[in-house]
């Protein structure tokens, strides 16, 4: 087991060091000279103010120095500082990324615990009305882009019945509470876990169709236990295994639906940042941004990799 | 993956007579599948739908009744009339032409990105299915990244830094949606290269191309069908979004996602709605079209296959 996760995190490493350098070289890449971004467009700037900002942040290194020390300072802990506002990149990403977890966390729970339950529903009562009327939901729900579902549901509980706030956080006229995060979160959160519920409920559907179909279940039935006690015994907790997976899978479209939903509701998260750091070619924030994104993605990953372990004993790692 | 469903078809002519029952019995799949593709009734409305929607948009200049970039300004922000069917945008321009035009911009996206995007995974799994070794090893570690870091973000960086046109995003879109495609090739070629008609073509002396391209890959395409229909779907989807946040297909050319842009304005989005209604409507009954017709495609390929 530690083996494993040794050798999984020894594999990450690479993958990781690739993501960063493919960042890095796409930016380096781009035409177009970035010293443009540090100061407003109007103001025009002569060419030793240019050259000053750029001996100031080091552009006038070569690139394999630059992305050397950007490296060094990271391992360092240092993620450096915005260029289009000298603020610190961690502080920055660790304040966003909260907002963005209490969000896509809140819809990975909403998405997980409605679309599990909705799979075993339906797989009960296959081809029943019901079923069909769930499933073509699910296709629905997988087919409708978020920011389509967005601007929707924005249009119909926001603008229209007033329920509530079309964007933001908190409150502009309070301190915000509890509540009031709650308010602010019910819409983006329930846009976000549309996806999530779709493919939780197919997949469980699907599971949970293959396992109540399996010899052991038909033999439980055989010895005359009752329904409820088959399916939540005996089929439930098998049928629930692959779906773990999903979890894990979940992560990078969270993360894009996130960027959607996000911009649509003005939250201020990663992903309305991660927009702010493109537009504005932002190098240590995208960089720091990219980071910090392959870390959860790869973390998530070995987490729900081990949680299989756990969760299904026949199972081994060597 | 599964085992490859269709017998091999091979064209050498000596294994072409080794295996003419085989060709016949190709053929033979090639028409039920065709017949139980044509019984799922969902997948041929979606497909008529599909087709009407394509004819529409390519017919765009016959059914037009203004150019897409024509500003009428007489006429700025009108609801739907006589004059303009769909009504106008802000700055008056007709919403049924943009629609139309914007719907070939956003299926041109789709289908161009999808054959970059289907070339590239072919080539790669190729390659990695066919030689094994440290050349699988390579590509398929490269896939690895690829796969867990969701593309759509380095998209946008790339839209943000590369000249923005509609051919870039075309590009963007498919250099970065080919793993799922490299993976299948990949998966079909490793079972493929191991079947006799392979062997036959060694031992008559053929090159490692020829034996790819003329005898391997036209075995894989039926597994790719379904794939390739739902890559469709995502790469129209993928622009839309990529549009939608002001990073996709530049202005003033239309294309769905940046018409539906305009419902980013609080304003339009409460009391214009006919400039980003029919937009959404759009992409929605395209999208759901392609996913109709790429579950057919697969049912009808691959009966065993439910989901």
């Given at each position: 087991m530690q083996?494993?996760?040794l050798r999984?995190?020894?594999?990450?490493?690479?993958?990781?060091f690739?993501?960063?350098v493919?960042?890095f070289?796409l930016?380096?890449?781009?035409?177009?000279?970035?010293?443009?971004?540090?100061?407003?467009?109007?103001l025009?700037m002569?060419?030793e103010a240019?050259?000053?900002?750029r001996?100031?942040?080091g552009?006038?290194?070569?690139v394999?120095?630059?992305?050397?020390?950007?490296?060094?300072?990271?391992?360092r802990?240092?993620?450096?500082y915005?260029?289009?506002?000298?603020?610190p990149?961690?502080?920055?990403?660790?304040?966003?990324?909260?907002a963005?977890?209490?969000?896509?966390?809140?819809?990975?729970?909403?998405?997980?615990?409605?679309?599990v339950?909705?799979?075993v529903f339906?797989?009960l009562r296959?081809?029943?009305?019901w079923?069909f009327?769930?499933?073509g939901a699910?296709?629905?729900?997988i087919s409708i882009p978020?920011?389509?579902?967005?601007?929707?549901?924005?249009?119909i509980f926001?603008?229209?019945?007033?329920?509530?706030?079309?964007?933001?956080?908190?409150?502009?006229?309070?301190?915000?509470?509890?509540?009031?995060?709650?308010?602010?979160?019910?819409?983006p959160?329930l846009?976000?876990?549309l996806a999530?519920?779709a493919?939780?409920?197919?997949y469980?559907r699907?599971?949970?169709l293959?396992?109540?179909?399996?010899d052991y279940?038909?033999?439980?039935r055989?010895?005359?236990l009752?329904?409820?006690?088959?399916?939540?015994?005996?089929?439930?907790?098998n049928?629930?295994?692959?779906?773990?997976t999903?979890?894990?899978?979940?992560?990078?479209?969270?993360?894009v639906g996130?960027?959607f939903?996000?911009t649509?509701?003005?939250w201020?998260?990663?992903g309305?940042l991660y927009l702010?750091a493109v537009?504005?070619?932002d190098?240590?924030?995208?960089?720091g941004?990219n980071?910090?994104i392959?870390?959860?993605?790869?973390?998530?990953?070995?987490?729900?990799?081990?949680?299989?372990?756990?969760?299904?004993?026949?199972?081994?790692y060597d | 993956?599964?085992?490859?469903?269709?017998?091999p078809?091979?064209?050498?002519?000596?294994?072409?007579?080794?295996?003419?029952t085989d060709r016949?019995?190709?053929?033979?799949?090639d028409?039920?599948?065709?017949r139980?593709?044509?019984?799922?009734?969902a997948?041929?409305?979606a497909?008529v739908?599909?087709?009407?929607?394509?004819l529409?948009?390519?017919?765009?200049?016959?059914i037009?009744?203004?150019?897409?970039?024509q500003i009428?300004?007489?006429?700025?922000?009108s609801?739907?009339?006589?004059?303009?069917?769909?009504?106008?945008?802000?700055?008056?321009?007709?919403?049924?032409?943009r629609l139309?035009?914007?719907?070939?911009v956003?299926?041109?996206v789709?289908f161009g990105?999808?054959l970059?995007?289907?070339?590239?995974?072919?080539?790669?799994?190729?390659?990695?299915?066919?030689?094994?070794g440290?050349?699988d090893?390579v590509?398929?570690?490269v896939?690895?990244?690829?796969?867990?870091?969701?593309s759509?973000?380095i998209?946008?960086?790339?839209?943000?830094?590369?000249p923005?046109?509609v051919?870039t995003?075309?590009f963007i879109i498919?250099?970065l949606?080919?793993?799922?495609?490299?993976?299948?090739?990949r998966?079909?070629i490793?079972?493929?290269?191991?079947?006799?008609?392979?062997?036959?073509?060694r031992?008559l002396g053929?090159g490692?191309a020829?034996i790819?391209?003329v005898?391997?890959?036209p075995?894989?395409?039926?597994?790719?069908v379904?794939?390739?229909t739902?890559?469709?779907?995502s790469?129209?989807?993928?622009?839309?979004?990529l549009?939608?946040?002001?990073?996709?297909?530049?202005?003033p050319t239309?294309?769905?996602?940046?018409?539906?842009?305009?419902?980013?304005?609080?304003?339009?989005?409460?009391?214009?709605?006919?400039?980003w209604?029919?937009?959404?409507?759009m992409?929605?009954?395209?999208?759901?079209?392609?996913?109709?017709?790429g579950?057919?495609?697969?049912?009808?390929v691959?009966?065993?296959m439910?989901l």
């Amino acid at each position: 087991m530690q083996k494993y996760i040794l050798r999984r995190i020894l594999i990450g490493i690479p993958v990781f060091f690739a993501i960063t350098v493919i960042i890095f070289g796409l930016i380096e890449i781009a035409p177009g000279d970035i010293t443009d971004y540090f100061i407003r467009p109007e103001l025009n700037m002569t060419d030793e103010a240019k050259d000053e900002i750029r001996i100031r942040f080091g552009l006038d290194q070569p690139v394999t120095v630059r992305y050397g020390n950007w490296l060094l300072n990271v391992l360092r802990g240092d993620l450096g500082y915005r260029y289009t506002n000298g603020q610190p990149v961690g502080a920055t990403i660790i304040q966003r990324l909260s907002a963005t977890t209490l969000l896509a966390g809140t819809a990975l729970a909403i998405g997980a615990t409605i679309g599990v339950a909705l799979g075993v529903f339906t797989a009960l009562r296959q081809y029943s009305a019901w079923d069909f009327l769930l499933t073509g939901a699910s296709f629905l729900g997988i087919s409708i882009p978020s920011f389509v579902a967005g601007i929707i549901i924005l249009f119909i509980f926001s603008i229209n019945l007033g329920w509530f706030p079309a964007g933001g956080m908190r409150p502009v006229d309070r301190e915000p509470t509890l509540l009031t995060t709650i308010h602010h979160l019910v819409l983006p959160a329930l846009v976000l876990s549309l996806a999530p519920i779709a493919n939780f409920m197919r997949y469980t559907r699907f599971s949970m169709l293959e396992v109540i179909r399996a010899d052991y279940v038909r033999t439980a039935r055989g010895q005359g236990l009752r329904d409820r006690r088959i399916t939540w015994r005996h089929s439930f907790p098998n049928a629930l295994l692959p779906v773990i997976t999903l979890l894990g899978l979940s992560l990078p479209s969270l993360v894009v639906g996130a960027v959607f939903t996000e911009t649509i509701f003005s939250w201020p998260g990663m992903g309305t940042l991660y927009l702010e750091a493109v537009n504005g070619r932002d190098v240590p924030l995208l960089m720091g941004m990219n980071l910090v994104i392959a870390l959860v993605v790869l973390g998530a990953n070995l987490l729900t990799d081990l949680a299989y372990g756990l969760a299904d004993p026949r199972i081994r790692y060597d | 993956m599964t085992e490859p469903t269709q017998r091999p078809r091979a064209s050498a002519p000596v294994v072409q007579m080794q295996n003419a029952t085989d060709r016949r019995a190709a053929k033979r799949d090639d028409k039920r599948a065709l017949r139980r593709f044509i019984r799922n009734r969902a997948a041929v409305v979606a497909l008529v739908i599909l087709a009407v929607l394509v004819l529409a948009t390519v017919a765009a200049p016959l059914i037009q009744r203004y150019q897409y970039e024509q500003i009428d300004l007489r006429a700025r922000s009108s609801p739907p009339t006589a004059e303009h069917w769909f009504g106008t945008d802000r700055v008056g321009r007709d919403i049924w032409s943009r629609l139309l035009n914007g719907g070939q911009v956003s299926l041109l996206v789709g289908f161009g990105a999808t054959l970059v995007s289907t070339l590239i995974g072919t080539v790669l799994g190729a390659l990695s299915g066919y030689y094994r070794g440290w050349v699988d090893m390579v590509i398929m570690r490269v896939t690895d990244v690829f796969m867990t870091f969701p593309s759509i973000i380095i998209m946008l960086t790339l839209a943000a830094m590369l000249p923005r046109s509609v051919w870039t995003i075309v590009f963007i879109i498919g250099a970065l949606s080919w793993t799922g495609t490299a993976r299948v090739v990949r998966s079909q070629i490793l079972s493929l290269r191991e079947q006799e008609f392979i062997l036959a073509c060694r031992a008559l002396g053929y090159g490692d191309a020829r034996i790819i391209i003329v005898h391997i890959l036209p075995n894989v395409f039926g597994s790719l069908v379904a794939l390739v229909t739902f890559a469709i779907g995502s790469a129209i989807l993928t622009e839309a979004g990529l549009s939608f946040l002001g990073l996709g297909v530049p202005p003033p050319t239309p294309s769905w996602g940046n018409m539906l842009e305009a419902a980013r304005n609080l304003d339009i989005l409460r009391n214009l709605p006919w400039m980003w209604v029919p937009p959404a409507i759009m992409l929605v009954l395209t999208v759901l079209c392609v996913n109709f017709i790429g579950d057919g495609v697969r049912d009808a390929v691959d009966p065993r296959m439910v989901l």
